[in-house]
C-alpha cells in the first residue's frame, strides 16, 4: 500500500512561470491537506480538500494559488507567477475521513520548490 | 491563532546521552502531537497526547503532556544516531475544525554526535 506521493520531488521555477504540485493520496484516503514550510519558519497550514471540493483554505493567499482535488486523479496546488518568496517545501498530507487526531495524517515526501 | 514555541531550536547531543526537547502553546491544549521530519523528506508521526497528565512512550521516546501549562516535552533516552532530525510539536486547536486546524511549531533540529 504506497503512502502518499507527491511529485515533483524538485521542482525549479523562473520568476513568473507557474507551478504545478500533484499530490496522490494513500489508497482509500479522499481527505487531502497542504502545508507550506518556509526557511527558519514551522510548518503552515494552507487547504483541506475533500473530493471535489474546497474545505478550508484559510492559510491559503488569496491570490496565484489555488487547489483542486478532483474526482479522479491527484490533487493538485498550483502556483501563478511564481515569486522567489513562493520557494519552499510544499507537504502534502492525507487522512481516510475528517479528523481531529493527527495521527491520522499521512505526510507525503514533499516537494521542493525553487524559484529563481 | 495558536502559536507553538519549541525550544530549543536545535540541540547537539554526544550519542548515549539524554535529551529533552519542549514544546509551549499560547492557548489551551486539546490534543498534542508530536513528529519526526527527516531532512528532505515527510513527517512520521510519533506520538499523540490528549488528557492533561498524559504519558506514551515508544522505544527509547517519551512524551508528556501538561494541560494546566499547557506545554510538552519529548524525552529520547540514550539517544542514537537514527533519531536525528526535525521534531515538530503540533496542535489541535479544539475548534471543532478537525485536521485543518492542526498548528505547528517551528521545529527542533535534532543533531546527535558519535
Known amino acids: 500500500n504506497a503512502g502518499v506521493m507527491q511529485n515533483p520531488r524538485h521542482l525549479v521555477r523562473r520568476r513568473g512561470q507557474e507551478a504545478r504540485l500533484r499530490c496522490s493520496p494513500m489508497?482509500?484516503?479522499?481527505?487531502v491537506y497542504w502545508y507550506r514550510q518556509l526557511p527558519e519558519e514551522g510548518l503552515k497550514f494552507m487547504v483541506y480538500?475533500?473530493?471535489?471540493?474546497?474545505?478550508?483554505e484559510s492559510g491559503m493567499p488569496k491570490e496565484r494559488f489555488s487547489a483542486e482535488f478532483p474526482k479522479e486523479g491527484p490533487s493538485i496546488l498550483r502556483i501563478q507567477q511564481v515569486v522567489r518568496g513562493d520557494s519552499a517545501a510544499y507537504f502534502c498530507?492525507?487522512?481516510?475521513?475528517?479528523?481531529?487526531?493527527?495521527?491520522?495524517?499521512?505526510f507525503g515526501s514533499g516537494t521542493q520548490l525553487s524559484v529563481l | 491563532s495558536q502559536e507553538l514555541e519549541q525550544s530549543p531550536q536545535s540541540l547537539i547531543v554526544q550519542e548515549g546521552k539524554n535529551l529533552t526537547i519542549n514544546c509551549t502553546s499560547s492557548?489551551?491544549?486539546?490534543?498534542l502531537y508530536w513528529y519526526k521530519q527527516k531532512y528532505g523528506e515527510g513527517l512520521i508521526f510519533l506520538m499523540m497526547?490528549?488528557?492533561?497528565?498524559e504519558e506514551k512512550s515508544h522505544e527509547k521516546i517519551t512524551a508528556k503532556l501538561d494541560e494546566k501549562k499547557q506545554q510538552s516535552s519529548l524525552h529520547i533516552t540514550a539517544s542514537q544516531p537514527s533519531h536525528a532530525g526535525i521534531y515538530l510539536c503540533?496542535?489541535?486547536?479544539?475548534?471543532?475544525?478537525?485536521?485543518?486546524?492542526?498548528?505547528f511549531g517551528k521545529g527542533t533540529h535534532l543533531i546527535i554526535q558519535p
Open positions: 503540533g496542535a489541535d486547536t479544539g475548534a471543532g475544525g478537525g485536521a485543518d486546524g492542526l498548528t
Open positions: 492557548k489551551t491544549l486539546y490534543g
Open positions: 480538500l475533500q473530493k471535489e471540493n474546497i474545505i478550508d
Open positions: 489508497k482509500g484516503h479522499s481527505h
Open positions: 498530507a492525507s487522512s481516510p475521513s475528517r479528523t481531529v487526531g493527527g495521527e491520522k495524517l499521512f
Open positions: 497526547l490528549q488528557k492533561g497528565g
